[in-house]
């Protein structure tokens, strides 16, 4: 069916929606927290390395420091000292000497080498050494994985289990990070019913706050308050007057159409901006995205699907630049589709489908209340409208796992 003039001309395109939202939000106020704390979070400023590594030339085995040429098969060397690591204790090596030493142990003067314990027989104060020796064998050199100065990592990048390390291994306590971004969520209907409550007749649990909550801890922001609403406008008032103090709202169902759906209203109400309302994306046509005083509000579709793919595409960019995050996007691989793939409808669709050794294939109900066939997916695939894709062609998906 060809789509009708009016329904699209009531949407703003998906691009729109998203630059609209990326030109509304900021970057906050980095703050200083301690290395320990800055895991997962951005850099806000370029970090350089104070220190090379390594440090010092230090040995890469537990053995003796020698001079390499001074050594082959049979060659008998004078243990001249014991060279420890932690303490320098500025020994030299000579020709005919050998200096015993342990991993890490910084290396004597004059030594150019270390040949490993197994590699000796040692008698007293001589070993024997037992095999031939090469200039720079078993010695870390300083500088030779990271010199002085060179670029550790830059601002906007985010600090990983691996980057971590390394800022300690500079000596840095603290580190200059993103500001805070603290959520608020409002999940909305009255048919919802909180976990572990009995489940009446007509009611269903709420998944989205578990949802949101997942996704907002996975993209670094805080969870500041979680709180169920039923649709009616002065608790709704009630609910967003006490919430949107923080950077984001998110409020969960009850942006449609229907004489339940409150929530614009009452925004509006409350002096609330809207920016956004409805968007040519599906699943996720009513999403919203307004202005409370300081608070960016998003309103996502409660239909589980709609809100997963709405929070991935304007939320997560959103609270990505509030981060100072370089890279707002979600990570993108080739993949062969194994299916054809056909969008005929006015609104592009995020496919939910299976990545799995190279392949994509789509997976579940593709409704947006198949909360089930989401959760066997890992990825996302965009269909242009229009667009037909034909089995084995190699598309670009979006994976989150
Ligand atoms: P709404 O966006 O309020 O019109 O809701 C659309 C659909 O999503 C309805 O079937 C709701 O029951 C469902 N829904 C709304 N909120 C939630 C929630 N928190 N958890 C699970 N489903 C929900
Ligand atoms: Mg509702």
């Not at 050494?129 to 030779?144: A, P, Q, S, T, Y």
């Not at 998944?207 to 649709?231: I, M």
């Not at 996502?300 to 890279?327: C, E, H, W, Y």
Request: glycine share 8%.
């Amino acid at each position: 069916m060809p789509p009708s003039p009016r329904s699209r001309a009531s949407m703003i395109s998906e691009e729109n929606a998203r630059t609209k939202i990326l030109e509304a939000v900021r970057p906050l106020p980095p703050r200083k927290v301690s290395i320990l704390q800055a895991l997962d979070h951005f850099a806000a400023e370029d970090y350089f390395a104070r220190l090379p590594l390594p440090n010092f030339d230090n040995s890469a085995m537990d053995g003796y420091a020698v001079l390499a040429n001074d050594c082959k098969p049979d060659r008998r060397l004078r243990v001249a000292g014991e060279q420890p690591a932690g303490l320098d204790r500025r020994l030299r090596v000579s020709n005919g000497e050998a200096v015993r030493i342990f991993t890490g142990a910084p290396m004597p003067a004059g030594a150019d080498a270390v040949v490993m314990q197994e590699d000796v027989t040692r008698d007293g104060d001589e070993i024997t050494v037992n095999v031939d020796v090469e200039v720079d064998e078993f010695v870390r050199k300083r500088g030779c994985d990271l010199g002085e100065g060179q670029k550790i990592f830059g601002k906007g990048e985010r600090i990983r289990a691996t980057k971590l390390p390394l800022l300690a291994s500079q000596g840095f306590a603290e580190v200059l990070v993103d500001g805070e971004v603290r959520a608020a969520i409002i999940s909305t209907g009255d048919e919802l019913a909180k976990l572990g409550e009995k489940l009446e007749p007509g009611k269903i649990y709420d998944s989205n706050t578990a949802l949101l909550q997942s996704l907002l801890k996975r993209c670094g922001a805080v969870v500041a308050s979680a709180e169920n609403c039923r649709d009616d406008a002065d608790s709704l008032r009630k609910a967003i007057q006490s919430t949107a103090k923080k950077e984001i709202l998110i409020v969960s169902g009850g942006v449609s159409v229907g004489e339940h759906d409150l929530v614009q209203k009452t925004l509006r109400d409350l002096g609330a901006k809207i920016d956004i309302w409805r968007v040519a994306i599906k699943p996720g046509k009513p999403f919203l995205f307004g202005q409370l005083g300081g608070c960016f509000v998003f309103g996502l579709p409660g239909n589980p699907v709609s809100a997963f793919v709405t929070f991935l595409q304007f939320v997560r960019p959103a609270i990505l630049k509030m981060m100072g995050a370089s890279d707002l996007d979600l990570p993108r691989m080739p993949a062969k589709l194994t299916v054809d793939l056909i969008n005929q409808s006015e609104r592009a669709h995020y496919v939910r489908g299976e990545f799995e050794n190279g392949n994509f294939a789509p997976v579940g109900r593709q409704e947006s209340h198949a909360l089930f066939g989401l959760s066997q997916s890992n990825a996302l695939l965009r269909v242009e409208t229009g667009e037909s894709l034909k089995a084995g062609e190699t598309v670009h998906i979006q994976v989150w796992e």
